[in-house]
């Protein structure tokens, strides 16, 4: 008798446990008056429930009577833009890494969302890659080395053939680890948590992959020099906004090394090498902890 693979709606705990993660993503969600805004005439409970079939669907499991193909009807008339939905898959993925949800589980849930965009935001586009688990970083769900090649080739030709800008931002974590540097799980909970600010600050348009632990690549897509200069200053302050509990409740520092294409720079290799050296100055030359190649 043929067996079916268990969804992750059943692995992370069935129903007590996507009643959780609900809750979580509802509390985040009303804290944000962006996205509150476009629901302040639905009943609460109407919301939550929406909310829970969404994201049961998300984990494989919809609900009784839960149907995509109706979710225009429900979500064109309020309007919602693609800044919009992007902050809610961002919430989702800060919800699912506090829950411990497995990176590539956690890829699978947001592609799974991320594939009804086109239904919930009026005239954006249908997802068009496929999910792939080896391009996947098993801890935080982001990319990882093999997506941050892949991302790169793909860029350094546009640059090479329509002169495309393109950058690269490469970081590690720097203050704040004194007390987790003898306990490799609490520097994973740490790249896990910063997985989750990144992803709310990163734009969408660009590539967030962790190759490496401890270490974050952001493809820099359609951006020059001064414009990741820009980039990099608003993600390192947004990092230090936050008080991560995996570092004891301390601030941590966020050195980053960037590099852009140009006459010298034109391949992945020679622009990971020179955001690379970047990032070493960054986090070596004390106060200054954003170096440009």
Not at 56 to 83: C, N, R, V
Not at 127 to 144: A, F, K
Not at 271 to 288: E, K, P, Y
Request: with cysteine; net charge positive.
């Amino acid at each position: 008798m043929h067996e079916t693979s268990p969804t992750l709606f059943d692995k992370y705990g069935g129903v007590p446990a996507v009643r959780e993660l609900v809750r979580r993503f509802h509390e985040r969600f009303l804290a944000k008056p962006t996205l509150r805004r476009y629901f302040d005439n639905v009943d609460s409970q109407k919301l939550i429930e929406h909310q829970a079939g969404m994201i049961a669907y998300a984990l494989e499991k919809p609900m009784a009577g839960f149907d995509p193909q109706q979710m225009p009807a429900h979500h064109y008339p309020h309007s919602i833009t693609l800044s919009a939905f992007e902050q809610v898959i961002n919430i989702l993925r800060q919800v699912l890494l506090e829950a411990n949800v497995e990176g590539r589980d956690i890829a699978r849930i947001i592609h799974r969302m991320d594939s009804q965009r086109h239904r919930i935001v009026r005239d954006a586009p249908p997802l068009s890659n496929v999910y792939d688990p080896e391009l996947v970083d098993t801890l935080t769900g982001l990319g990882n080395r093999a997506a941050l090649q892949a991302a790169l080739q793909q860029e350094c030709a546009n640059y090479l053939q329509n002169g495309r800008a393109l950058s690269l931002a490469l970081m590690r974590p720097t203050a704040g680890l004194h007390a987790l540097t003898r306990d490799p799980r609490a520097l994973q909970l740490l790249d896990r948590h910063l997985a989750g600010t990144l992803g709310h600050t990163v734009r969408e348009a660009d590539v967030l992959c962790r190759p490496e632990d401890g270490l974050f690549a952001l493809v820099l897509r359609a951006t020059d020099a001064a414009k990741a200069m820009q980039a990099a200053k608003r993600i390192q302050a947004a990092v230090a906004r936050e008080r991560l509990a995996a570092a004891s409740n301390v601030g941590v520092e966020l050195a980053a090394g960037l590099a852009s294409a140009g006459d010298m720079v034109t391949s992945p290799a020679q622009l990971v090498a020179a955001a690379d050296a970047a990032l070493q100055r960054a986090i070596t030359g004390g106060v200054q902890k954003i170096v440009a190649a």
